[in-house]
């Protein structure tokens, strides 16, 4: 095991954070993976995965089962750690632009394009580590005028060249759940199993510059870039990445971290990363729910103020028209007046919100629908 410390740019006197990462395995070692906690720095369950992680990965250095290797970075966001106001946690937005701190990572297509397209030849291999290269050149060439750019260059750093990457986060109050780009989905498929998701939601860029989609979109775009500049020549997804989002900001208890470690790094022995301690690989559960594209995903929004009643908890399947949440006003004349919340799809209810008084217009609720509806930019704020 390797820990290193990567300094971010100092914003300001006498202040300087930094960024750890440990790698297990030899740095030049496939399959790479890449793992990474509490991006938005209030959501927790990862970092605890990460916690545990630790344990599992140096036993199975020690015993000689790593094959690849395992890049981990346990708190990602030493940014939004220290963001706090009238003492809560604010780990998702920065303070001094209000960007989301998973949003706005570079376009890497756009950015390797002009550099790869006359080094593409008819070797697979050879033009996945052209493009892994043009990538790594260009965010070492990158010089980030603040704190929050110099994060995310470390990030992609660390990150680009991976085989699989794996960004832990949480919701408010949900269920196990995944999002991932269409083209990842058949590689990511038995880590949904082994986590047993209870959705997953799919989409082909689903806007914003988020994380893990700039680091697996490269791959697609510039195949499509070769297509349209008629060039015939093979370039597979090379990176498959996904956001797992660990159930709710509260779970956060050894016994469920645990589960979700062992599921980890049974993913990781599915993918040989890990050697089988076996002859035998071991079967995959039976998958808890269907993939649903993310453009059917239906975000509940209230027409009215007041206190937030939920009738269905996350996980349950609702139907067209079911009550979802009431949403009282007690101050009313005449009596306590109630609107009702109801599903605009049928679907699994898969997070709502955790405060329990909510603004007009304010966010209650999403279900994962089957039927896509949605254009644009796919994910919230």
């Not at 970075?73 to 706090?84: K, M």
């Not at 989905?185 to 989609?213: I, Q």
């Amino acid at each position: 095991m390797n820990r290193i410390e990567h300094p971010l740019l100092s914003q300001s006197l006498g202040s300087q954070k930094h960024l750890v990462s440990f790698r297990y395995g030899e740095p030049d070692a496939r399959p790479k993976v890449y793992i990474q906690a509490s991006l938005h720095a209030e959501e927790l369950p990862g970092m605890l995965v990460a916690h545990h992680l630790r344990t599992f990965l140096q036993r199975a250095h020690d015993d000689g089962r790593l094959q690849g290797q395992v890049l981990l970075v346990p708190a990602a966001n030493p940014i939004g750690l220290t963001q706090r106001l009238d003492h809560h946690a604010q780990g998702r937005f920065e303070f001094g632009t209000s960007e989301n701190f998973n949003r706005h990572y570079p376009d890497m297509a756009e950015a390797v394009w002009p550099v790869v397209q006359d080094r593409m030849g008819p070797d697979a291999g050879a033009n996945v580590a052209a493009v892994r290269s043009a990538m790594g050149a260009w965010l070492e060439q990158w010089q980030p005028a603040t704190e929050l750019e110099s994060l995310r260059r470390h990030l992609m750093l660390l990150s680009h060249d991976a085989d699989l990457v794996l960004d832990l986060h949480c919701d408010c109050e949900s269920v196990m759940h995944m999002y991932c780009e269409e083209t990842c989905w058949p590689a990511l498929e038995p880590l949904a199993r082994l986590l047993e998701c209870r959705a997953v939601l799919l989409a082909k860029d689903s806007g914003g510059g988020p994380f893990d989609e700039r680091l697996s979109g490269v791959w697609w775009q510039l195949g499509e870039r070769l297509k349209a500049a008629g060039l015939n020549m093979p370039l597979p997804q090379a990176c498959a990445s996904t956001t797992v989002e660990l159930r709710g900001e509260g779970e956060v208890s050894h016994p469920l971290a645990l589960m979700d470690t062992q599921a980890i790094m049974a993913f990781l022995a599915h993918a040989g990363v890990l050697r089988s301690t076996s002859a035998a690989t071991p079967a995959l559960p039976a998958p808890a729910c269907k993939a649903t594209p993310l453009a059917g995903s239906q975000t509940l929004r209230s027409g009215r103020p007041g206190v937030l009643v939920y009738l269905v908890r996350p996980g349950q399947s609702v139907a067209l028209g079911d009550v979802i949440a009431e949403v009282i006003d007690p101050t009313s004349a005449g009596g306590s007046t109630v609107h009702q919340v109801k599903a605009g799809v049928s679907g699994v209810l898969y997070a709502v919100v955790r405060e329990r008084y909510v603004m007009a217009g304010g966010e209650v609720g999403k279900i994962a629908g089957a039927k896509p509806f949605r254009t644009g930019d796919l994910l919230g704020a």
